[in-house]
């Protein structure tokens, strides 16, 4: 009985999904691109023809500094869930963290490792 509000959730988001499937394939454009079937990466089809294509390293910093800035955001939560418990030592502990991720943030920027100029 514990379990009932999980699965509750599990139910209404599993009916959401497939109804949201179901109104895209009915309401969606019937058009057949060229391309369609395709898998892209960053806009650049994988089929290229020549085996040794250039691929801006832009793409891979971009993706890494994401990465990175999501997995330090997600070490926060566990901090806000005992906020109450570490009292000012975590809390200090805390913003250390979080100006070290704005360094971080800032020498990216300064670099332009965030500009989208590939």
């Known amino acids: ?11 209404i988001a599993l009916f959401v ?4 499937s179901l109104l895209n394939d009915l309401l969606g454009p019937k058009t057949k691109e060229k ?16 085996a040794r294509g250039v691929f801006k390293q ?9 990465i990175l800035f999501d997995i330090e955001v ?3 939560f566990p901090w806000v869930v005992v906020f109450k418990e570490v009292g000012t030592y975590g809390l200090v502990g805390a ?4 100006f070290i991720l ?3 943030l ?13």
């Open 35 to 50: 391309l369609e079937g395709y898998p892209y990466e960053c806009g650049v089809p994988v089929y290229d023809p020549e």
């Open 1 to 11: 009985m514990e379990y009932l509000g999980i699965f509750i959730f599990f139910l």
């Open 74 to 76: 997600a070490f926060l």
């Open 102 to 104: 704005t360094l971080g």
């Open 106 to 118: 800032a020498y990216e920027w300064k670099k332009g490792a965030l500009k989208w100029q590939f």
């Open 58 to 66: 832009g793409y891979y910093l971009l993706g890494i500094s994401l």
């Open 95 to 98: 913003l250390i963290f979080i």
């Open 17 to 20: 999904g497939l109804v949201f």
